[in-house]
């Protein structure tokens, strides 16, 4: 088992620390390290390095060339810099690379070169330049962090929603901090700095002093600080020699190592692993590495060339000219396993030499044991083998995976173009078709499109070959790209294949392919769909050929004209008179002399010209309602000048009950008769209304006027609404025998209400009487209907 831990270094009693080779570089770099801008991107991601040109005094008239590598050291792209000095470089949680320039222009590159956008970080920051700045990465994003030339800091939390936050002023601050780090705590960015022996603690409103908890006595100044990679711990080194290690709440101190080395290190990471104990700092100089923690050792390295770190989730990659090595903690499991005399489970079966066989063999001892975590293990193991390939080069470890997650490994393979590996693991996964081979088959069609080396047939072919009808791939989505692209053509060509019509249309209306989107919006049946496309076309065409482009389609045009209803009133008269529909522009009068005419003389006219319109088109009826209108208005213009008060916009009924109620009865019977109102509905209307003036003199007179064709059951309906039971009963005597019972129950007279239902023999009207009788009051009554219902019945 000595070959197994010979590469093991203890760190006090309770921890061992390894460091292995992931891979040996052979990127062929033509500058060292130390004279490059290095940005290595955490879970086995990719690095970058752009010589730093902009640190000598004056710049060298050669453009730096920005190189992007694979953490196995193999090329991704390459390109010529042509833009302003660059201060600092990072990759964000997409792995986009960020080049933070001196005048706080962030650009921003794909993986493989690919420039995607920029933005800036404020004119502040454009005004006093950048010193210093920081990619870091929190809950809610990726970040940037800015030093100006003003000693001010501005940060954006996350570079995808840009918001940013000039920070407080530091008090006294007169030159740049000997050194600074973001923070992240309660999903809020916060600066930490130091000035001198004082730390500052920035927030968007504040800035606090920050004291340490058992810092050792004599620190003049701090000169290197890291957060961990959970940016739950912090460390400070110091001009003293001594490390300080606490939690990132400053509430609580870890430990405090002295390394004896006072000059400042070139980087300082966390090392740990989750749900470890164990807490260390790894410390790089130019020469040396040491690896610290809570115990009066260290673990020392030689470096034998210029090294750059890269914290990971649970160790820190080492990288330099020829090798690239990983530094950790040796899990507890892995310790039971080899150390000397171990009789754990796992070291007896790695004894067998054969772990899988060995694993195999002894679950088969275990009663009732579970094969779905063993299979798991074996297939993500097979995963990272795969991944980790020299080709292929993402250095994952067991617990980086399992943080990344799949889908996020797989989005990383697609970034690199990996397809068939991609496909090749969602397959060996089985994993949903909408997840896994469809969305990475999408996205190797958008990559596809890009290839304009190859005929649009020949792409559009091989794309609908290799596609079909997968499930969860967009054909629209591919298009798109194929039109970013410049490839319009190739981009319709793709839309053929795309089933969804409210996919194609969107498209197609981009590409100024108008007339193609209305017919395909009409196949869908979709009216909003269609409505989208003819308002784009109007704003497209002139009046003429958008008119001509509707009649070619019925559909199109009906739709319009209900648009136009309610939204362009001219232009759908112009569609009605351009089809001769001479019904319709009737309508259309009808509704304009009430919506936009406001003068008596406009509304006349209007209607003048609907009923002209309405005679064009036979329609007798509506041409004569449309006359009888035209005469109302002007005989209620001419009541309101004779008798004022307010007859406009009323109907024939509201016109004669206004006058009924204003005392103008005879004016009223006028129009009654000029209008041919019935008679039943004339003395309907008078009666409501002398009720509601509560006239009741001239109600009594009006009933007598001649025999009421309406019967006088409805005086007593009206009476008593109006809660006058002595008027009532004056017309329920006049009422009709048939309505009699009625009339005498609406009056409350119970008991002669019974005497005519028995003297009519009614059961119905007895039966009535019954249901308004009460026992305390109406006892007799009751006994009457009884013995008289007793009577019918005996003969």
């Not at 009066?296 to 080492?318: C, H, T």
């Not at 002595?726 to 019974?754: F, H, T, W």
Request: with cysteine; net charge neutral; charged share 25%.
């Amino acid at each position: 088992m000595d070959c197994y831990t010979a590469n093991w270094n203890p760190l006090g009693d309770s921890a061992f620390y390894r460091k292995y080779e992931l891979y040996s570089m052979d990127w062929d770099l033509k500058e060292e390290l130390r004279d490059c801008l290095v940005a290595a991107a955490p879970y086995g991601g990719p690095i970058a390095l752009l010589r730093n040109l902009w640190r000598k005094e004056k710049a060298a008239s050669v453009r730096p060339v920005l190189e992007i590598y694979s953490a196995s050291g193999m090329p991704l792209a390459s390109l010529m810099w042509k833009s302003g000095p660059v201060v600092s470089l990072g990759w964000s949680a997409e792995e986009e690379l960020l080049c933070v320039q001196e005048d706080g222009v962030v650009l921003v590159y794909g993986l493989h070169g690919d420039f995607r956008r920029h933005f800036s970080m404020g004119n502040e920051v454009l005004q006093n330049r950048v010193l210093d700045a920081r990619i870091f990465h929190t809950e809610l994003g990726s970040g940037v962090a800015i030093l100006t030339g003003a000693h001010r800091f501005t940060l954006s939390a996350n570079v995808s929603d840009l918001k940013l936050r000039r920070m407080p002023e530091v008090p006294g601050l007169q030159s740049a901090p000997s050194c600074w780090t973001t923070l992240c705590r309660d999903r809020v960015a916060h600066i930490l700095l130091a000035v001198g022996p004082d730390l500052y603690l920035l927030d968007h409103a504040t800035c606090s002093p920050v004291t340490l908890p058992g810092l050792a006595p004599g620190v003049s100044s701090f000169l290197q600080m890291a957060v961990s990679f959970t940016s739950r711990h912090l460390a400070l080194f110091t001009d003293t020699g001594y490390i300080w290690m606490g939690t990132a709440s400053f509430k609580e101190k870890l430990c405090e190592f002295n390394c004896n080395i006072r000059a400042p290190p070139k980087q300082m990471v966390w090392c740990s692993r989750p749900r470890s104990k164990e807490r260390a700092v790894v410390v790089a100089w130019e020469r040396r590495l040491m690896v610290v923690g809570d115990t009066p050792e260290s673990i020392q390295f030689v470096l034998d060339e210029d090294s750059y770190l890269v914290p990971e989730l649970d160790g820190v990659r080492i990288f330099s000219r020829t090798t690239h090595e990983f530094l950790h903690e040796v899990p507890v499991a892995s310790e039971e396993i080899f150390k000397i005399a171990s009789m754990a489970p796992g070291a007896l079966l790695l004894e067998a030499q054969k772990e899988y066989e060995a694993a195999s063999f002894g679950k088969c001892f275990l009663d009732r044991f579970p094969p779905d975590s063993f299979v798991r293990m074996c297939q993500d193991l097979r995963i990272l083998n795969a991944i980790r390939d020299y080709h292929i080069g993402i250095p994952l470890t067991y617990s980086q995976y399992k943080q990344l997650t799949i889908q996020v490994l797989l989005d990383r393979l697609v970034l690199r173009r990996l397809y068939p590996l991609a496909i090749q693991i969602c397959e060996y996964l089985r994993l949903p078709e909408v997840q896994g081979v469809s969305r990475i088959l999408a996205h190797w069609a958008c990559y596809k499109v890009q290839q304009k080396d190859v005929s649009d047939e020949d792409v559009a072919r091989a794309i609908n070959q290799k596609l079909g009808d997968t499930p969860g791939v967009s054909y629209s989505d591919i298009a798109a790209r194929a039109y970013g692209c410049g490839r319009t053509e190739l981009a319709i060509k793709l839309l053929e294949y795309e089933p969804r019509s409210g996919e194609q249309v969107p498209l197609l209306l981009k590409m100024k392919r108008s007339k193609l989107a209305l017919s395909k919006a009409i196949e869908s049946g979709d009216t909003d769909l269609v409505f989208t496309v003819l308002l784009h076309l109007k704003n497209e065409l002139n009046r003429g050929d958008f008119f001509m482009t509707l009649r070619n389609q019925p559909m199109a045009l009906s739709l319009y004209r209900q648009f136009c209803k309610h939204q362009e009133l001219e232009t759908l008269k112009d569609l009605y008179n351009q089809d001769d529909n001479h019904q319709e522009l009737g309508s259309f009068h009808i509704r304009a002399s009430y919506t936009a005419e406001e003068h008596i003389e406009g509304r006349v006219a209007a209607l003048q010209k609907a009923a002209e319109a309405f005679n064009k088109a036979k329609n007798d009826f509506a041409a004569k309602a449309t006359e009888d209108q035209m005469r109302l208005l002007r005989l209620q213009r001419c009541l309101e000048d004779e008798l004022g008060g307010r007859f406009l916009d009323l109907s024939v009924h509201d016109t004669v009950t206004t006058l009924i109620l204003g005392g103008h009865n005879k004016r009223a019977e006028q129009v009654a008769r000029d209008f041919r109102i019935p008679d039943k509905r004339l003395w309907w209307l008078k009666l409501t209304a002398l009720a509601d003036l509560e006239d009741w003199e001239e109600l009594e007179k009006f009933s007598k006027s001649k025999k009421s064709p309406i019967g006088y059951l409805p005086f007593v309906e009206i009476c008593m609404k109006q809660h006058n039971k002595y008027e009532a009963k004056k017309y329920a005597s006049r009422v009709g025998p048939e309505q009699k019972v009625k009339a005498l129950l609406l009056v409350g007279d119970v008991a002669q209400a019974a005497d005519v239902a028995i003297e009519h023999r009614n059961e119905a009207e007895m039966s009535l009487v019954l249901s308004h009788c009460t026992g305390a009051t109406d006892g007799a009554t009751v006994d009457k209907i009884q013995r008289a219902r007793a009577q019918a019945q005996k003969k």
